[in-house]
């Protein structure tokens, strides 16, 4: 099992930035591809970043290209999500999800891969 922690968000206005810091704990986040979601009020959660086990490859949802970047550090069990330039559309309520994988280079953009999720970090992007 391992369990999720997202932290950082919050009110910021247009053309702000917010890092987002999402821990595991329970087991090593060696073994999982992970990924950041978002879900705003009324719409479908959909993917804004993942990155594979070995962090050689990452994938953005093409609105965030550019101003986000998905990392992660592997000795601190933690994945983050970079979000510069926000725009008042980036508003929702951001969560981080694992899966385990046994392929280094894989990412997963698609939520039914994920088995793991936080709890949520609401993010305000005022204009």
């Known amino acids: 099992q391992v369990q999720l922690v997202e932290s950082g968000g919050g009110l910021v206005e247009a053309g702000g930035s917010l890092r987002l810091s999402c821990a595991a704990s329970g087991r090593t986040f060696v073994g999982y591809a992970l990924g950041w979601f978002r879900q705003a009020p009324g719409k479908e959660r959909e993917v804004v970043a993942a990155?594979?086990?070995?962090?050689?490859?990452?994938y953005y949802t093409d609105s965030v290209k550019g101003r986000f970047t998905i990392s992660r550090d592997n000795a601190k069990n933690t994945v983050y999500l970079q979000m510069n330039n926000l725009k008042p559309e980036d508003t929702a309520v951001y969560y981080c999800?694992?899966?385990?994988?046994?392929?280094?280079?894989?990412?997963?953009?698609?939520?039914?891969?994920?088995?793991?999720w936080g709890q949520g970090t609401q993010v305000t992007v005022s204009s």
């Open positions: 999800a694992a899966t385990m994988t046994s392929a280094s280079g894989n990412y997963y953009s698609n939520a039914n891969e994920y088995n793991y």
């Open positions: 990155i594979s086990r070995s962090a050689g490859k990452t």
